[in-house]
């Protein structure tokens, strides 16, 4: 009895009360026969037992009636008891009840309820891309009257919606619901409500073998019950990648988040403000990119669909076969193809009314193609995309170029063999060292990529990235050195003192797969897309000469560039001034400016362009 009685007394607060009814029946059974017993008769007006009863449970409930209590020694002395122990048993009900409700809060501050958002994204575990991911998210959901983002990850929901407020700030209409518990357990994931969810984000986490931790996130998803939202998920290395379609099924769309950063570095290398202009089409500030099927334009060129939009900038197709990015100027627009644009906004994406506005005089004849030729550069410092690094650069180089690798990593330059274009050479070096810098004769170089080195945190990697930047840059303005500077680097808060130390490109790595995450939370399809742009075959973003196009000195509009372009079988979708080419946050890079805007462009003048080699 005493083992039965404990394990009642332990089920919580609805078991306790429950006990302490029991006990509040009891005593007013008792103190009802006491009274009819003792004092029968009292307190007047009391005609027969029920009346007794009555009275007797509001002294229970109400102790401080005894005050008012009239009658014989006898009466007085029960009903005396009887309020004693209703004393004691509302001051355990209000106890029960207090602590029963501070239980639920704690609970609900834990973050251990389910949720029942519909058409909700949501991101499975923690890292720093996840504030990159809900600031997007936040943009792209501005226009819309309500949305919500759900977080399930290993940590205190309180400290999360806390963190996620300091770094993004205002979200706007946007609902922010956090949830406690392990993504890889199908119990957690329960939580989340996910067969009415939009979309899922699983992110990769920090420390060690972040592969297998999203593998297995993937295999709770595969094995849920119920519908299977779209997933997106990032690995850290390609070498994972079959384990985790074969864990994820065909639901889930995969970013090689080594791959994107190694591409994107590799490119900003060779193309001054490359890094910007893929970080504006990533992110949901300016140009963002938009799939439609316009019915006027079906049986249309290419080159005339160019100029159909006053307010976007066509970039390509989507075809059933595949996206195709700029292709040749007389493919004719299918029933079955979708039309890729870069627009501000979605409601912007119309036809223009009458024809474009092309200055004829203003258009430079398409001369020779520059050949290319063999290059020098210089790649400081050593991790573990690095050799991905140099084999993308490889296919890029014309045969005969050299690599020059310096840094006293004990991996540096493993690993490289099989080059066709690239002639590699390995120095050690501290490359935050002046002298040990200097003595490398970094002037005979053209391209110069300084890597975050992973034998160190994030932080201080970053730390160091920044003390090689300034060294290098004085360097330059010494010695009236000319070479572009590539930086990788970790934090997006480092950006700001980079911008310090004025180097050609900063590409932050992780803000670079935070934003292509969000990006394809949105549109899935977005993917073909940006490994299109990535890819070092077919089409890619070039900012080239003004001059090539269009007469500098001349007011032009921007349509007349585009013809231009399209002369020479190339997309033009912006330019770049040279007057704001330090100058954050855009330096200089107008991504699908008006069709109608004049403009004027000098001999330092950029159009950003895509095209072939």
């Known amino acids: 009895m005493r083992y039965w009685f404990d394990n009642t007394m332990s089920r919580g607060t609805a078991s306790l009360i429950g006990w302490l009814a029991a006990v509040s029946a009891g005593l007013i059974v008792v103190v009802t026969a006491l009274t009819l017993w003792l004092a029968p008769g009292e307190p007047d007006g009391a005609d027969h037992a029920g009346q007794v009863l009555w009275i007797a449970l509001m002294h229970a409930l109400s102790p401080t009636k005894v005050a008012s209590d009239k009658g014989s020694i006898a009466y007085m002395t029960v009903m005396f008891a009887g309020s004693l122990g209703g004393l004691f048993i509302v001051s355990m009900l209000v106890g029960l009840l207090s602590n029963g409700l501070k239980q639920k809060v704690d609970r609900l501050r834990r973050g251990r309820s389910r949720i029942v958002e519909s058409g ?10 996840v504030f990159t991911i809900v600031g997007e998210l936040v943009k792209a959901h501005a226009s819309q009257k309500s949305s919500a983002i759900a977080i399930l990850a290993d940590r205190d929901k309180l400290d999360m919606e806390e963190d996620i407020r300091d770094h993004v700030g205002d979200l706007g209409r946007t609902r922010l619901v956090c949830r406690t518990g392990r993504p890889t357990e199908p119990h957690d994931l329960a939580l989340m409500n996910l067969a009415a969810a939009r979309s899922v984000v699983v992110l990769s986490p920090e420390g060690e073998d972040p592969d297998a931790h999203v593998i297995k996130i993937l295999l709770a998803l595969a094995k849920r019950e119920g519908a299977h939202p779209p997933v997106v998920a990032a690995l850290a290395s390609a070498r994972n990648l079959a384990a985790a379609r074969l864990a994820g099924g065909p639901d889930v769309h995969l970013v090689d988040s080594d791959d994107t950063a190694a591409r994107l570095i590799v490119q900003s290398s060779r193309q001054s403000g490359l890094s910007v202009v893929c970080m504006d089409l990533l992110n949901f500030d300016g140009g963002e990119i938009y799939m439609r099927t316009p019915k ?98 490889d296919a890029y180089v014309a045969p005969g170029s050299v690599l020059e690798i310096a840094a006293d990593h004990p991996r540096a330059g493993a690993g490289l063999s099989g080059l066709r274009n690239l002639t590699v050479n ?79 490109d900063i590409v932050i790595s992780d803000t670079v797969i935070g934003l292509l995450l969000a990006q394809l939370a949105e549109n899935r399809h977005l993917a073909e897309v940006f490994g299109y742009l990535f890819d070092s075959s077919g089409s890619e973003i070039y900012p080239r000469p003004a001059s090539w196009y269009v007469r500098t000195g001349t007011k032009v509009t921007f349509s007349t560039v585009i013809e231009a372009a399209r002369r020479r079988g190339e997309t033009a979708i912006g330019y770049r001034g040279s007057a704001g080419r ?26 950003i362009v895509l095209a072939e080699h």
């Not at 970094?442 to 391209?447: A, D, L």
């Open 120 to 129: 909700h994204t949501v991101v499975l575990g923690w890292s720093d891309q």
């Open 582 to 607: 330090n100058a954050p946050p855009h330096y200089g890079i107008v991504l699908n400016p008006g069709k109608s805007d004049p403009v004027v462009f000098t001999e330092n003048d950029s159009i």
């Open 426 to 504: 390995v120095k050690d070096c501290d490359t935050t060292d002046r002298f040990a810098l200097e003595s490398l004769g970094v002037g005979v170089f053209q391209h110069v990529i300084v890597l975050s080195d992973d034998r160190f945190d994030p932080h201080h990697s970053d730390t160091r990235t920044l003390m090689t930047l300034l060294q290098l840059r004085d360097m330059q303005s010494t010695l009236n050195e000319h070479y572009s500077i590539v930086s990788e680097m970790h934090d997006e808060n480092n950006r700001a003192l980079a911008e310090v130390t004025e180097a050609d």
């Open 296 to 393: 006027k334009l079906v049986g249309a060129t290419y080159g005339q669909a160019l100029h159909a939009y006053q307010t976007a900038s066509v970039i390509g197709l989507r075809r059933p076969s595949g996206v195709v990015l700029n292709p040749p100027s007389d493919t004719v627009i299918g029933a079955d193809d979708q039309v890729i644009v870069i627009a501000s906004d979605d409601s912007h994406v119309r036809l223009a009314a009458g024809k474009p506005s092309v200055d004829e005089s203003a258009i430079v004849g398409a001369g020779p193609r520059p050949t290319a030729e063999p290059e020098r550069t210089l790649l400081l410092n050593w991790n573990g995309r690095a050799g991905h690094i140099v084999r993308l650069l």
